[in-house]
């Protein structure tokens, strides 16, 4: 008998249909003044069968919330190029199909437009009900991927994005996007090997790039079925540093120790004129074994400072256990944010950044939150809030959304909506609330 691999077992793996269910079963109070959609994106292979947990199409699952009650629960594949007409990313002659990827790993708005994100490709806009409406390249003017970690400024209502390459000649490119949804400046950056960029940090005056030495590998390219990245001890790792106020100047770079890092927590401009970054950082990643293999790897809280004067960074390790999936209160991309939280096994961690203090909310066995979005309470940034994520329960094979109260995340939940089906693990989402007058 074959065994299926841990990336489509459990509930790694995928579901088959999509589905609509209405008033859905609630334990707790759901807020009155909650009204939107949760959504969450995840791949979720229509042929039940990827090579890699990375590669499958992209499933985005939405609850809406509106008047105290859990209207309803959709989810819906992303209907992409490559789900509906197996579109390649590269033909034969080396030529990239923007349109080709699985969108399987964000879901954002901005500018009035809900975006299914994956680093690989263009998004794919989707309307309120999680339909696909197709690729949008900002009006023509985007003619690279675009990563699925963009920053919306909180003060400006930019989004800041790049794009990366594979065998394109420019590796690197960095994009901004106005209020209003205007792509106003693209620009190459100068980078010696196509590395894997996934995140990156945005403050009030810079932005910060990570090359780190996770590299395009042409022969797991040629092989297929695995992610074509490994881990190259000849290329380091290093930050590079861009003033907001001058897009097209010099990136300075900053040596740093070798790393790599998925996720970044949040990042600011301190008053004494350095950049400080929180990430989620792993020793290494796919460095390949003697026998083709990788060895797994945990990342855990660090802090980099970033000296812009003496040209160093100071890096330090914040905690020991292991967790992924950092998320602020949004509103303060950007600036200095006084908690974040993150996944940490069947618990979610909320860090003080200030003084370390931690708390936690421990789902207890065989239960396992995802990411945890906040969803403010109040008009103060970094105020009262909650925390939504989805909880698989082993022991049912279901799944739920579950509401904290992010200041006390010792206390039973808010709120536990019970859905209808199970929601594979997954990636990313964000709290869409309903536009008010």
């Known amino acids: 008998m074959t065994t299926a691999p841990q990336h489509l077992s459990g509930n790694y793996a995928p579901v088959a249909e999509e589905l609509t269910a209405h008033d859905l079963p609630v334990t707790g109070t759901i807020p009155p003044g909650l009204s939107g959609w949760y959504l969450r994106n995840g791949p ?81 806009e989707l309307t309120p009900e999680l339909d696909t409406k197709g690729p949008y390249d900002f009006d023509g003017r985007l003619r690279t991927a675009m990563t699925a970690h963009p920053k919306t400024c909180p003060v400006t209502g930019e989004l800041h994005f790049f794009g990366y390459g594979m065998l394109e ?167 200095a944010a006084g908690h974040g939280h993150i996944t940490c096994g069947t618990s979610l961690v909320r860090y003080d950044l200030g003084s370390g203090a931690v708390t936690a909310h421990d789902f207890g066995p065989g239960r396992t939150p995802g990411e945890a979005v906040f969803v403010p309470a109040d008009a103060t940034p970094g105020g009262a809030g909650l925390l939504m994520t989805y909880v698989h329960d082993a022991g049912s094979g279901r799944s739920e959304l579950v509401i904290l109260d992010a200041d006390d995340l010792t206390a039973a939940p808010v709120a536990t909506v019970h859905l209808p089906v199970r929601v594979p693990f997954g990636f990313h989402g964000n709290w869409l609330a309903d536009a008010t007058a």
């Open 169 to 335: 000649r420019a590796h690197l490119t960095y994009h901004r996007a106005d209020a209003t949804g205007e792509l106003v400046l693209s620009r190459p950056v100068e980078v010696p090997a196509p590395t894997m960029l996934h995140d990156f940090a945005l403050t009030a005056g810079h932005v910060v790039f990570m090359d780190l030495p996770v590299v395009f590998d042409v022969e797991l390219a040629l092989t297929g079925g695995t992610m074509p990245y490994s881990w190259d001890d000849g290329h380091g790792a290093r930050l590079g540093v861009l003033r907001r106020d001058d897009p097209h100047g010099e990136v300075r770079w900053f040596p740093v120790d070798p790393c790599y890092v998925f996720h970044v927590l949040n990042a600011h401009d301190a008053p004494d004129g350095t950049v400080v970054l929180y990430v989620m950082r792993y020793p290494e990643m796919w460095r390949r074994t003697a026998d083709g293999g990788t060895r797994p790897q945990r990342a855990v809280l660090w802090k980099w400072t970033v000296d812009l004067a003496r040209g160093t960074v100071r890096e330090e390790q914040l905690d020991d256990r292991p967790g992924e999936f950092p998320r602020v209160d949004d509103r303060l991309t950007g600036l």
């Open 44 to 124: 979720n292979p229509a042929d039940a069968a990827s090579g890699h947990w990375f590669f499958g199409d992209g499933m985005v699952h939405g609850v809406r919330l509106e008047g105290g009650r859990a209207v309803s629960y959709r989810n819906r594949w992303v209907r992409t190029s490559r789900l509906t007409d197996g579109a390649r990313m590269y033909d034969d002659q080396g030529r990239r199909d923007l349109t080709a990827g699985p969108a399987n790993t964000h879901v954002v708005r901005h500018a009035g437009r809900t975006l299914a994100l994956v680093e690989t490709a263009l998004p794919y």
